[in-house]
C-alpha cells in the first residue's frame, strides 16, 4: 500500500472517529478524550524525563486542555442555547484546526520559501502559515454558516489557528529536543497520538487561559 492512500485511510478514519464521538453524545466524546489523555502521556514521558517540570509541563499543556474540551463540550449540552448546539461548536472548532493544518501543508509544499522556524520545525514555512489561516477562516467560516451558529464565531477562527500552529510547534520542538522525528507508531502514516493531537492540544491551552481570564475579571 503506498504512503498517501495509508494516510488517507487513516485519516479519513481518523476524521470518523473524532466527529462520530463529538456528536453522538458528551459521553463518548468524553470516552474518546479519555483515550486520548492516557496516549498523549505515555508518549509525552517517552519524550521527557519524569521531573517535576516536566509533570507541569504535563498537566498544563496536556491534562487541562483535554479537560477544558470535555467541560466545553459538555456545556454545549447544559446550554441555553436556541437553537440547540449539540455539538456543532466542539465541531467546528476540530475543522477549523484540521482546515489549517490541511491548507497550511498545501500552501506550503507550494509556495513555501520562508521557513518560519527551521530549528524547530524545517518544513513549515510563512506562506503555509498563511494559507493555514486563511483556510481555517474560511472552513470555520462556512460550519458557522451552515449550523447557524452566531457569526461572532468568526472571530475566533484565526486564533484557533494560531492557538493550533503553537501547538505544533511545541510538540515538535518536544521532538526534536527528544531526536525522534515521530511521538509514536499509533496511526499509520501519521505518528502517535501526540503528532495528531498536538494542534488540539494548543487550542485547548488557549482555550484554558481564555476561561481564566473571564472568571477573574467578569
Keep these: ?28 466524546f468524553a470516552v474518546l478524550l479519555a483515550v486520548v489523555l492516557v496516549g498523549c502521556l505515555v508518549e509525552y514521558f517517552r519524550l521527557a524525563r519524569f521531573s517535576f517540570l516536566s509533570f507541569l509541563g504535563a498537566v498544563v499543556f496536556i491534562v487541562l486542555p483535554l479537560f477544558t474540551f470535555m467541560f466545553f463540550r459538555m456545556g454545549e449540552d447544559i446550554a441555553e442555547a436556541r437553537p440547540a448546539t449539540d455539538g456543532w461548536v466542539t465541531l467546528m472548532i476540530f475543522a477549523t484546526i484540521w482546515a489549517n493544518d490541511v491548507a497550511a501543508y498545501l ?13 524547530i520545525s524545517p518544513r513549515k514555512s510563512w506562506e503555509g502559515f498563511v494559507g493555514g489561516i486563511v483556510g481555517a477562516v474560511a472552513v470555520g467560516g462556512v460550519m458557522i454558516w451552515f449550523f ?3 457569526c461572532y464565531y468568526v472571530v475566533a477562527t484565526p486564533v484557533i489557528a494560531l492557538a493550533a500552529v503553537g501547538g505544533d ?50
Design 107 to 119: 500552501t506550503g509544499s507550494r509556495w513555501g520559501r520562508h521557513k518560519m522556524a527551521p530549528k
Design 169 to 218: 510547534l511545541a510538540e515538535s520542538w518536544l521532538k526534536r529536543r527528544a531526536g525522534v522525528k515521530d511521538s509514536g507508531r499509533v496511526f499509520p502514516g501519521h505518528g502517535g497520538f501526540l503528532d495528531r493531537f498536538d494542534a488540539v492540544l494548543g487550542v485547548g491551552t488557549v482555550g484554558f487561559l481564555s476561561m481564566v481570564i473571564f472568571l477573574l475579571f467578569r
Design 1 to 28: 500500500m503506498g504512503e498517501f492512500v495509508r494516510r488517507s485511510l487513516t485519516g479519513i478514519g481518523f476524521v470518523a472517529v473524532v466527529v462520530g464521538a463529538v456528536l453522538y453524545s458528551f459521553l463518548s
Design 148 to 150: 447557524g451558529l452566531p
